[in-house]
């Protein structure tokens, strides 16, 4: 082990990968401050100074539909803005002291230019996260990042034929595809693609980014956009396509939206024989499982699956298929066995509360609510 | 003999004790449906402290070779790691906070401030002593493999040297710890003891050397012409946080009145019979609100073994609702000043240094363990148990406790007469 790497090695665990002086400063003052890290300290003077995990600051709420807004946040230290666009983040609020996990499109375009992102948010009749996002999370709140991810992208150069269909909140990670292609299209002076762009909304006033899309429609020539006031005329059937958009057999479509939109297109295309000329987003909210019939727990790690009931343990599950899970008490006292829940939702059989996805879970009292996947 | 029948221990019938636990249940429920902002603040600002004072405490060391700033100094430092050690590091290591699902503040990320690494002490404490509690060689923070604390366990020669030994666990307690969780990881993992090179000897010596090299070489070497004087201040710390650990964990397992069990007990434990257990077996120590604070509410030791993972802010709450729970049931609550609490701890160590010929009572009637067997003699006077009707008081343990003491005391009144008679008669 070199000397840097020695000095660095406290704080290695913090933000991997990244090769900079700061990195080898920390690890120096770790030495001095261990077993806490200086950023212990740090975030007590400036929460964005934490590199134990990727922060933000909210700079600003605006609304663009009555139930729906853009977030503006400026991430922390160690934010990577090299993002595609297309990609989701995760959030975590702190709301009635607990931090509260969500994943949300990206839509804003990939720069370092202005260092903020933006999130928009449309507010869920259930949603307590979303209805505390869109009505009332004061400027300023400190938000918890996690990483952009998601292979539901625009590629660098884009296909010369695009097609996105969207309806609801599904437009958001198309919005920052548009504002993708609208910034190099005007940084290297070049023409969009052949883009058509077909979405859905109850109204007119519930069109989100309804005047950013009228001024693309009027400022580029070779895109066009066709909105559906759905409470008029009912829903864009699949059928109407050969007139909207005659050619959108030979285009790469991109869908996101509700998920009986995305079941039909998928039956649609496959049908026209076309089935790997169309991205989805599965946008729909995951909601737990009450009923209490369990579900297929996925173990990450040892790559493991097993179906069970909702009575069963994730720990019991786990080793009946022979992950290497954790364990303790198996009463849930002692906190040997917790891992982190990846996706999906669980249900504490103690207490019947559920935890949802960026939770760490207790797995010797846990019963799967649904599918999920644990980070073990 | 340590208790073997919890339930004829407790003099509680089969629906007494389901009763019971359902009543501890509702406790937990209440508390986990409560948590929320005020909790959250509660431990916000404990870290803040705690981070300030460390800080305070470090600076105030740069001046350590005036007498008065090495005392705030160490007394700052002192403070912090204690404050670290017993609100935070044990409490969070607990899960206690982890509803908050708060990444930096929680039991799979916490590390402390001591030369154990938090996954050996996890292993040991979390697991084996908070759920074997008490249960005599299956629970090795009995007496942590040096003391001998009951008389359940054979006396060995070694026991002679307890007096001794206990002062020198008191002033080393960290690395008393540290050794006995690296040898429960070890055990767990299946690793030879005498293998150096393991995984849990490698992730000991990493964390230990770190400590070490940081209280003793990196903060001496940056105060500069201090060094001598910020050393001593360091490592007086580090001892005041020690002695102290030592006192509270003492205090809240070893007084006389904190039981004993057996295995064969564990073996077909109701849930009921678990709580009983973790009553029965700890032990309270009472004082204000800075005593709470400091011990890290573990001045509620008994609350702390009924719900480990509740927060521990809201352990005096809960010590109420137990409180009682065990006025209703008619069940003992032990609870003492810490220096009456520690007198008790003390005198056992002492005690059982010696064999056992030279002690007097046996290991189901001794002031430090006691078993079901000890109501054998009177139990004909002891009344069963049973439910007023009336007040749905039960009648358990304490009852059985009050005549048991009052036998007791008449026999040793007696065996004192009978004595003095024969001295009188043999004068004459």
Partial sequence: MGLKEWIEKPAAHVAPGEKSLSNVLRGAVARLTTPLLPDDYLHLVNPLWSARELRGRIVSVRQETPDSATIVIRPGWGFDFGYAPGQYIGIGLHIEGRWHWRSYSLTSAPTRDDKVISIAVKAMPEGFLSSHLVGGVPEGTVVRLAAPQGDFVLPDPPPAKILFMTAGSGITPIMSMLRTLDRRAVAREIDLPDVVHIHSAPTAENVMFRSELERFDATHDRFRVHVRHTREKGKFALSELDEVCPDWRERQTWACGPQQMLDDITAYWTTEGIEDRVHLERFAVSRADTSGSGGTITFAKSGKTVTVDGATTILEAGESVGALMPFGCRMGICQTCVVPLEKGHIVDLRSGKEHAEGERVQTCISAAAGDCTLDV | ?428
């Fill in chain 2, 1 to 428: 003999m340590a208790i073997t029948d919890i339930r004829a221990f407790s003099h509680l019938t089969e629906d007494d004790i389901v009763a019971l636990a359902n009543e501890f249940d509702a406790i937990r429920r209440d508390v986990e449906n409560s948590r929320g902002p005020r909790d959250a603040r509660y431990i916000h600002s404990v870290i803040r402290l705690q981070r300030v004072l460390e800080v305070a405490g470090r600076c105030a060391l740069f001046g350590s070779r005036r007498r008065s700033r090495w005392l705030i100094g160490t007394a700052a430092l002192s403070l912090a790691k204690i404050i670290e050690n017993m609100e935070l590091g044990h409490n969070v290591m607990h899960g206690q906070w982890d509803w908050m699902n708060d990444p930096e503040i929680h039991s799979t990320s916490w590390e402390w401030d001591q030369t154990g690494p938090s996954e050996h002490w996890k292993r040991a404490h979390n697991y084996a002593h908070h759920t074997y509690t008490n249960i005599v060689g299956m629970d090795e923070d009995v007496g942590f493999g040096i003391l001998r604390m009951t008389r359940d366990e054979k006396w060995r020669p070694i026991n002679l040297l307890q007096p001794f030994a206990n002062v020198v666990l008191a002033l080393t307690f960290e690395w008393g710890i540290a050794l006995h969780d690296l040898s429960a990881k070890k055990e767990a993992e299946g690793v030879p003891p005498a293998q150096w090179n393991s995984g849990p000897n490698r992730e000991f010596a990493v964390k230990a050397g770190r400590q070490v090299v940081k209280d003793l070489v990196f903060f001496p070497a940056l105060t500069g012409p201090a060094w001598r004087s910020t050393l001593s201040a360091n490592l007086t710390a580090n001892v005041i946080r020690n002695i102290w650990a030592y006192l509270v964990i003492f205090c809240g397992h070893f007084p006389d009145g904190a039981e004993k069990f057996t295995a064969e007990h564990y073996e077909n434990e109701t849930r009921g019979e678990w709580y009983l257990r973790q009553l029965l077996g700890s032990a309270n120590i009472s004082g204000g609100r800075a005593m709470d604070f400091l011990t890290g509410n573990l001045s509620y030791q008994i609350e702390h073994h009924l719900f480990p993972d509740l927060p521990s802010n809201r352990y005096p709450e809960i010590a109420a609702r137990v409180r009682a729970l065990c006025g209703k049931y008619d069940l003992p609550y032990t609870t003492g000043s810490l220096a009456r609490q520690y007198w008790l701890a003390l005198r056992t160590i002492h005690k059982l240094a010696v064999p056992d010929r030279f002690l007097k009572a046996t290991s189901d009637d001794a002031p430090e363990t006691s078993s079901e067997r000890k109501f054998d003699r009177w139990r004909p006077d002891v009344p069963a148990p049973a439910t007023e009707a009336s007040t749905g008081r039960h009648r358990g343990l304490l009852t059985a406790l009050r005549v048991h003491a009052e036998h007791a005391v008449a026999e040793r009144r007696r065996r004192r007469g009978e004595s003095r008679r024969r001295q009188r008669s043999a004068a004459v």
